[in-house]
């Protein structure tokens, strides 16, 4: 038989029951507290995942952007001045002279064309003979460069940088840069030692 209590006519198995109640409820709190309390932790953790990521990202960005500054601030392309100047001293009434001016700077070559009238001079101050003369006379770096030789020859010339005075293609052969026609015998390129006869240096 139940009982109730003297003071509130409640009976002792209704109290029971409120109080089991009141522990389940508030079990119930604690549990659904600490649920979320876990599920703030999960979010908080994913978010600094993602934080750390994205500044990761950022970074790694920053770095690629920064790189690809740097490089387009220091890319040279090519262009005819990572080759030595050349200077080509031709006569105003050569047109060839002019031709092969041309030719040069199609070829990458920085031309500093300088028109003279005393050819004789220039060629005796580098030791041209006769026999392999030219119509002009060029030079570059240490090496004098007579007639219309190929870009292909000079660039020989430059990277092996052989100890001769110069390269010489004799006379004006057709075919020839800055010459019209057809030459069935090709192009011979002579080279000229400091002492010597002069030899051949390279064919076309």
Not at 156 to 165: F, Q, R, V, Y
Request: net charge neutral; proline share 5%.
């Amino acid at each position: 038989m139940e009982k109730n209590c003297p003071n509130c006519n409640v009976s002792d198995e209704t109290i029971k029951n409120l109080k089991e109640s009141a522990a389940k409820s508030q079990g119930k709190d604690e549990y659904d507290s600490k649920k979320q309390q876990k599920e703030d932790e999960r979010l908080n953790n994913a978010r600094g995942k993602k934080t750390k990521k994205a500044v990761f990202i950022g970074l790694i960005l920053a770095l690629a952007a920064g790189g690809a500054v740097w490089g387009l601030a220091n890319y040279k392309p090519a262009t005819s001045s990572d080759k030595p100047k050349i200077a080509v001293y031709y006569s105003s009434t050569c047109s060839c002279c002019k031709e092969y001016i041309t030719y040069l700077r199609a070829k990458g070559f920085e031309v500093d064309a300088k028109q003279t009238e005393d050819a004789i001079t220039i060629k005796e101050k580098y030791g041209i003979s006769s026999d392999i003369e030219g119509c002009h006379t060029s030079v570059v770096g240490d090496y004098f460069v007579e007639g219309m030789v190929p870009a292909e020859a000079i660039n020989k010339l430059l990277a092996e940088k052989p100890e001769i005075k110069g390269i010489a293609l004799p006379g004006m052969p057709s075919n020839a840069p800055g010459m019209p026609g057809f030459n069935i015998k090709g192009l011979k390129v002579y080279q000229v030692p400091v002492e010597g006869a002069a030899s051949e240096f390279i064919s076309f």
